[in-house]
């Protein structure tokens, strides 16, 4: 073996002991997780609270009932990962979760919601999402899904794996609100919920003008021509109640 080959094989192999000193850094079994969950209702904190109760290596380090608390806590606390509910009252999920990104864009943030995956989660994995995971979902699937994320990777269920594929090969039968952005689809979740246009400028920070475009774009990708058409368009597809 020539020096030049050697060294190389040298360098790989320091590459993929430090990458596996990181992951160990991050992530090692006598290390507690410090978990915040976030969710308006008591009783479905109290059952997640349960699950992490069994387990050695996790810990409830809080817990908050809205999208602001949640926001609040993470910027003066210390957590290892986030479950976030998507339908938050004050703030929802999708605005708590970009906040959250913002602000510790290494934070892991898992999404736990009663829609179905094909609803919310590629949308929600682009906008920084670790994982999604329902709520129906076995608690050895939370328990894995927070194992995961805290290592750094995304939590992708194998349902949500058929999704993505789809997508990639440009499967015809992708729902409208598929080709929207990341902006596009939070600001079209909105409109369908009844908010006005200056109260998601004021929420998101934006101009009124640049909320008008993003809703005239969100119409013409949807081929649709009316508020009432994007919120009937999310009602039937269960993307708000």
Known sequence: MSGCERSHVDATTMEAAISRAAIEARYHPTTVIRILIADDHAIVRAGLRQFIADQADMEVAGEAATGSQCIELVRTGDYDVVLLDISMPDKNGIDTLKTLKQMRPTLPVLMLSGYAEDQYAVNLLRAGAAGYLGKEAASTQLVGAIRTVVLGRKFVSPGLAQ????????????????????????????????????????????????????????LEKMGMKSNADLTYYAIKNGLID
């Open 163 to 218: 999704i993505l594929a789809a997508g990639v090969a440009g499967d015809a039968d992708k729902p409208l609100h598929g080709e929207l952005s990341q902006r596009e689809f939070q600001i079209f979740c909105k409109i369908a919920a009844g908010a006005a246009v200056s109260r998601i400028a004021d929420e998101l920070h934006l101009s009124v003008k640049t909320v008008s475009t993003y809703r005239t774009r969100v």
